[in-house]
């Protein structure tokens, strides 16, 4: 209960303070938000953390699948099958686009 008052409290405190900031204040930080994302630096670290973290879940998904496939329930193992398989099937996600 004290995490949902304290998140309430934060969440009325940038309630109060963004009405009075305006939104000249909020088309400022949106646009110094939007040429932040589009530095190519910003871009490269962003797409290397994704890839990098698809690399271990991929090594995690097969380390468990290994060591715990036969002992798994069907409904689990067959999640696992599937998401196997998707990470065998191409760098593409379920959208088309490239996830590298």
């Known amino acids: 209960m004290r995490y949902k008052l304290t998140f309430v409290v934060g969440l ?3 309630y109060v303070l963004g ?11 949106r646009k110094s938000a939007r040429q ?6 910003v871009r490269n670290a962003a797409e290397t953390a994704a890839h990098t973290g698809r690399e271990v879940a991929g090594k995690a998904l ?5 060591k715990v496939g036969d002992r798994m329930p069907e ?3 067959e999640r ?5 398989e998707r990470s065998q ?5 379920e959208w088309g686009t490239s996830n590298t």
């Open 80 to 84: 696992v099958r599937s998401l196997k």
């Open 19 to 29: 009405t009075r900031a305006g939104r000249e204040k909020y088309e400022q930080l």
């Open 62 to 66: 097969h380390t468990v699948s290994d």
């Open 36 to 41: 932040f994302s589009q530095n190519p630096a």
């Open 89 to 93: 099937g191409g760098g593409e996600d």
């Open 75 to 77: 409904s689990v193992a």
């Open 12 to 14: 009325a405190i940038g």
